[in-house]
Nanobody, 114 residues
């Protein structure tokens, strides 16, 4: 099955930037959508950004204009560039792949704090 591994999380000051990477392995030809979700303590998991195989994208309203999702098809990777980070962006970020089923990574912590 498809396996996903995130990297790039960490601690950053407000206004800073981070870039998350999701590396996919396995039968990736079945994937038609790639996304990033996040879950803050005490809150439900929410979709942050989505990119489809036709390169169309969709963003959570609160991150539009600050975050950018992209993918490298040849390397089976997708990315989330996060700029102008705010404390409310603090959460565990998960990458997800949509195929015959939804696949999830293990999550990476992003903490925005001074």
């Amino acid at each position: 099955q498809v396996q996903l591994v995130e990297s790039g999380g960490g601690l950053v000051q407000p206004g800073g930037s981070l870039r998350l990477t999701c590396a996919a392995s396995g039968p990736t030809a079945s994937i038609y959508g790639m996304a990033w979700y996040r879950q803050a303590p005490g809150k439900e998991r929410e979709m942050v950004a989505l990119i489809k195989i036709d390169s169309s994208t969709n963003y959570l309203d609160s991150v539009r204009g600050r975050f950018t999702i992209s993918r490298n098809k040849a390397r089976n990777r997708w990315y989330l560039q996060m700029d102008s980070l705010q404390p409310e962006d603090t959460a565990v970020y998960y990458c997800s792949a949509q195929g015959v089923r939804n696949y999830w990574g293990q999550g990476t912590q992003v903490t925005v704090s001074s």
